[in-house]
């Protein structure tokens, strides 16, 4: 009976030796994660201001405030188009940056990715980044169809860029989808020229 015990115990601090290695382990690897490099321009740089069409009217950037991504630094662009007095549409381009591409890795998987699911993949989008980590695209009906909403986001190193776009209904169009496309093309663009990664306009 003695003994039974004293291998019980033995047993069960192995186990809580083991679970506070891998414990210390974990928290290691991730104090030891790489910081992201110190970077040579500000995070309103990196917004569509004078790379989009003359289009679209520009609000002044604001904090993106109440924002669950935005946990170090985070910028946002609001913007419309008219097209006519009954057809506006609202968009907004928002970057967050965070402190390493670690975490910004897994704050699109595990923030970003699960508070979007909910928009669907539109069959007409074809466009897929040459640069990004990762991307996620889709569109849903907001309140009992009075609206559209379109969404694209992506991970760039670092950063997390998200584009916006809230549409009449019935407005999930070829002509709307491709100036979505054309306003991502502008994002990787940008984020190729201040990352230094190689793009090619594959609409040039």
């Known amino acids: 009976m003695y003994i039974n015990d004293v291998n019980s115990k033995q047993k069960n601090w192995k186990i809580l030796t083991t679970t506070f290695v891998v414990m210390v382990l974990l928290a290691a690897c991730k104090f030891l994660e790489p910081s992201a490099p110190e970077?040579?321009?500000?995070?309103?740089?990196?917004?569509?201001?004078?790379?989009?069409?003359?289009?679209?009217?520009?609000?002044?950037?604001?904090?993106s405030t109440g924002d669950d991504l935005c946990t170090t630094e985070c910028l946002a662009l609001p913007m419309k188009i008219e097209k006519d007095k009954r057809d506006e549409l609202y968009a907004t381009q928002i970057v967050y940056r965070f402190?390493?591409?670690?975490?910004?890795?897994?704050?699109?998987?595990?923030?970003?990715l699960p508070f979007n699911q909910s928009l669907e993949l539109t069959n007409e989008w074809n466009y897929q980044s040459q640069i990004a980590e990762q991307t996620h695209f889709g569109c849903d009906n907001v309140a009992g169809n009075v609206a559209r909403f379109c969404q694209w986001g992506a991970q760039y190193k670092e950063f997390i860029?998200?584009?916006?776009?809230?549409?009449?209904?019935?407005?999930?169009?070829?002509?709307?989808?491709?100036l979505i496309e054309?306003?991502?093309?502008a994002i990787d663009e940008r984020m190729a020229q201040y990352l230094n990664l190689s793009f090619e306009n594959i609409k040039d």
């Open 161 to 178: 860029v998200s584009f916006g776009i809230l549409m009449p209904p019935g407005k999930e169009t070829q002509e709307s989808l491709a």
């Open 39 to 63: 970077r040579s321009f500000d995070l309103d740089e990196l917004l569509l201001e004078g790379d989009i069409s003359s289009d679209w009217e520009l609000s002044a950037p604001v904090t």
């Open 182 to 185: 054309d306003i991502i093309i």
């Open 99 to 112: 402190q390493s591409i670690g975490i910004a890795q897994r704050t699109f998987k595990k923030v970003y």
